[in-house]
Nanobody
Framework: QLVESGGGLVESGGSLRLSCEVD????????MMWYRQPPGKQRELVAA???????NYEDFAKARFVVSRDNPKKTLVLQMNSLQPEDTAVYYC?????????WGQGVQVVVSS
């Protein structure tokens, strides 16, 4: 089970911190990702925190977002700074190991101009 929290409404230039609490899997074995789906668009990758502790970001997230994981707490975090209206989307937590994948229910982020 993956449960996201921390979404909401924020003004342009503001910050939000998303969290994903995980239960029911061996968290440390899984690659963890944040995806987002803007209104009327396809779901896209935002950032990843892999089981080997490496991270990677899509270009739009570099320098503004920071992804981190806490294995003992089984939590994935996305710190989002300098938010822009184009960051408005439903943000999803994803856990993946080989051919097994789990999704959270998503959390809404709205950035007003």
């Amino acid at each position: 089970q993956l449960v996201e929290s921390g979404g909401g409404l924020v003004e342009s230039g503001g910050s939000l911190r998303l969290s994903c609490e995980v239960d029911g899997i061996v968290f440390s074995f899984y690659d963890m990702m944040w995806y987002r789906q803007p209104p009327g668009k396809q779901r896209e990758l935002v950032a990843a925190a892999h089981a080997d502790r490496t991270t990677n970001y899509e270009d739009f997230a570099k320098a503004r977002f920071v992804v981190s994981r806490d294995n003992p707490k089984k939590t994935l975090v996305l710190q989002m700074n300098s938010l822009q209206p184009e960051d408005t989307a439903v943000y999803y937590c994803n856990a993946r190991q080989c051919h097994t994948t789990y999704w959270g229910q998503g959390v809404q982020v709205v950035v007003s101009s």
